[in-house]
């Protein structure tokens, strides 16, 4: 799976690579997608084989790991109708897909679940969640947890209304779909519900936070990331911006967006919810990664929940309450004063709120956040969390907006640009018991990649002027880099491969939203283009062009070590060994 458990720790166990040798790295194979869009999927490994998703059209290719060079060891291409794209928010991107059972799980742009049979690329069935028609399309990695394939929904600028459904594994069946709007009973709400703050407590949050009918375009999609905690049977998941952006139209809370569901992933059965930004006045959402970990925090060994958010603090909760521990800022903030622990409400800055037709100027971060989709590492072995992230400003201007299915629900003109310091992203470290940055890397451009880290303390991300780099994971010393032929904005996988050696991969292909200007040829003379992004990314189309290639690197065999590969790219062993001599007829 993407986040490569079921805790999304993106963490990596192999010790061949090392911060003495990565510096030898070098470009083992790679292999072309056929389409220059944004590529933000993971490749995951399961046995001998790589499975990588394209953006639209969603073609899979499963890789034969045994074979030299990238060998296609079959392709299924969905075929998902081209209308998706005109309604696709911010680009056509699609973040990967999931193993389990001998089958492969992916979502299509066009609102469909798809399995795969694993060996063979047989579609094994296919299940419609949406309707393009309304504006929804799906771009998220599913997770798969006891034979239920979790999916959501993408279209929050489209005035959808949000979603999570789970999927019988074996027939694609529908078990159950929770709402992020509405009444309780559309939200899965019920007697087990029982959240700790008192603003989330009460009948139909989901409609009477809301102007009447309101919800029924309120937004709240679920297309980030989720978590499971097997020891609870709890998934854990990120409900996305209320719609439109425009918060004048909305008054009220608006349930149950931009928050945190922990729900039972059988029943679908809601336990506790949290709301990182209340009536979200900067489309800040709620997505973001929930990383399940088991911290010592003040004294005291607690189950946790780690969670950067777009609004520009880190929270630590309490896995099995919903408590925040602390809410701390890990980016430079001007739009809130801090996060009121016994409440837990975030507190808005007066002066970054305004009435329609008044620009409101220097609101820190923009609404890409603090931090957007792309997923921190989290290593075990040294408790450190390791963010890439951006550094944006904007000014912004509330205008009305009437809603038309299928099209943008907006309602605010937007111009981000760079924050404080001139970078627009950065790379940092965490230390999480601590609640304290331990070192950073300031980046010229966005940091639009995840991450991964390795047992030996080796962190890789990406850059969107195409660097592929490794850092120290205790300095943040630069140890290697390699310059793709695109920006990157994938998630390195890190994996054994069939041969025994570590191997990291990454898709190089600059898009999403962050890179729209450059996938989607926009304008950069239009600052209000991409919501407002292009205005902070008029020089990318100078730095980088289109691309989709995967990059998969190893460092070379051991001159004593190395050895010819046999046809199916295992070492071939050396002549008159014992191990040739058990291959003889008769051995």
């Known amino acids: 799976m993407p986040g490569k458990n079921h805790q999304g720790f993106r963490f990596s166990g192999l010790t061949e690579i090392t911060p003495e040798n990565v510096k030898q790295l070098k470009v083992a194979w790679t292999f072309s997608l056929g389409v220059e869009k944004g590529q933000e999927a993971a490749p995951i490994v399961a046995g ?35 209308a998706a794209q005109g309604v696709a928010c911010c680009d056509v991107v699609n973040r990967g897909a999931a193993y389990a059972d001998g089958k492969i799980f992916f979502n299509t742009l066009d ?30 990695a599913p997770l798969v947890v006891r034979g239920k394939v979790l999916v959501g929904n993408s279209g929050g600028e489209l005035g959808v209304r949000g979603w999570l459904t789970a999927l019988d594994a074996n027939s694609g069946k529908i078990a159950w779909r929770a709402y992020s709007t509405g009444p309780d009973k559309d939200v899965l709400i019920g007697d087990k ?51 439109p952006w425009n918060p004048d139209q909305r008054p009220g809370d608006n349930k149950w967006t931009a928050g945190i569901f922990a729900r039972d992933p059988e029943s679908g059965d809601a336990r506790w919810f949290y709301q990182w930004s209340p009536h979200d006045l900067h489309d800040y959402d709620g997505v973001n990664e929930n990383i399940v970990i088991d911290v010592n925090f003040g004294g005291t060994q607690r189950k946790a929940l780690l969670h950067p958010d777009r609004n520009g603090y880190i929270y630590l909760l309490d896995r099995t309450t919903g408590e925040v521990l602390y809410a701390k800022p890990f980016a430079y ?38 931090k957007d989709w792309q997923p921190s590492a989290y290593s ?15 000014d912004a201007e509330h205008t009305q907006v009437s809603y038309i299915a299928g099209t943008p629900y907006v309602g605010t003109e937007v111009r981000m640009y760079a924050g404080p310091g001139g970078n627009r992203g950065e790379f940092s470290a965490w230390d ?118 995967l990059y998969v690197f190893a460092l070379p065999w051991p001159r004593r070590a190395r050895r010819r590969l046999d046809a199916d790219g295992r070492r071939r062993p050396r002549r008159g060994s014992r191990r040739a001599g058990s291959r003889l007829p008769g051995h």
């Open 380 to 394: 075990p072995k040294n408790g450190v969390l390791y963010i890439p992230h951006n550094n944006l400003c904007n």
């Open 333 to 370: 903030i001007t739009s809130s004063t801090g996060v009121d622990l016994k409440t837990g409400r975030l507190q808005y800055a007066p002066d970054k709120q305004a009435p329609p037709g008044t620009v409101v100027r220097d609101i820190c971060p923009a609404p890409p956040g603090a």
């Open 48 to 82: 001998n084989t790589m499975f990588v998703v394209a953006p639209y059209p969603n073609i899979v290719y499963a890789i034969d790991l045994t074979k030299p060079g990238g060998t296609v060891k079959w392709k299924f291409e969905p075929k998902p109708a081209a």
């Open 193 to 243: 519900f029982k959240p700790l703050y008192d603003q989330d407590k009460g009948q139909d949050l989901g409609v009477h936070t809301w102007p009447p009918e309101a919800w029924k375009i309120g937004g709240g999609t679920v297309w980030g990331w989720i978590t499971y905690d097997p020891e609870q049977n709890l998934i854990f998941y990120g409900t996305a911006n209320p719609g």
């Open 111 to 140: 609102d469909q679940t798809v399995a795969l049979d694993a060996d063979t690329g047989r579609e094994l069935w296919r299940t419609k969640l949406g309707e393009i028609t309304r504006g929804e399309t799906m771009t998220m």
């Open 432 to 549: 999480v018991a601590e609640g304290r940055k331990l070192w950073s890397i300031k980046e010229e451009f966005p940091v639009w990649s995840g991450a991964a880290v390795t047992a030996t303390d080796v962190v890789f991300y990406g850059t969107m002027d195409g660097w592929f780099k490794a850092v120290d994971a205790k300095s943040g010393d630069e140890l290697w880099k390699f310059k793709t032929g695109s920006g990157i904005i994938g998630q390195p996988t890190i994996f054994r491969g069939p041969d025994g050696k570590e191997y990291v991969a990454i898709l190089s292909g600059v898009g999403g939203w962050a890179g729209a200007i450059v996938s989607a040829m926009l304008d950069p003379r239009d600052g209000t283009a991409a919501l407002g992004f292009v205005n902070a990314m008029k020089d990318l189309p100078q730095v980088t062009s289109r691309g989709g290639t």
